[in-house]
Nanobody, 115 residues
Framework: QVQFVESGGNLVQPGGSLRLSCAAS????????MGWYRQAPGKQRDLVAA???????SYVDSVKGRFTISRDNALNTMYLQMNSLKPEDTAIYYC?????????WGQGTQVVVSS
């Protein structure tokens, strides 16, 4: 069973950077694709970045060029480097499979981008 713990969120000014981490209690190896999701208050939870077991990445257009997803399979940890942050990036960020069969959601980590 894989369980996720997200961390690294904070309050940051527009244009700033954050690095989020997703630690897993189980192995990523059996999951074909992992991803970062985000949900703003009153809004839909959306996938924003994904990475396959072989390292292929994809991003939603709104974060492309600003966010970088990566993973360390040996540590069962996934990362999201977030640069040039905008107020519209404000949300709670979660990690989960980006393929079929979502696992249990963690608590997420809150990112607030504000002056």
């Amino acid at each position: 069973q894989v369980q996720f713990v997200e961390s690294g969120g904070n309050l940051v000014q527009p244009g700033g950077s954050l690095r989020l981490s997703c630690a897993a209690s189980g192995s990523f190896f059996r999951i074909s694709a992992m991803g970062w999701y985000r949900q703003a208050p009153g809004k839909q939870r959306d996938l924003v970045a994904a990475i396959t077991s072989s390292g292929t990445t994809s991003y939603v257009d709104s974060v492309k060029g600003r966010f970088t997803i990566s993973r360390d399979n040996a540590l069962n940890t996934m990362y999201l480097q977030m640069n040039s942050l905008k107020p519209e990036d404000t949300a709670i960020y979660y990690c989960n499979t980006a393929a079929k069969g979502l696992l249990n959601w963690g608590q997420g980590t809150q990112v607030v981008v504000s002056s």
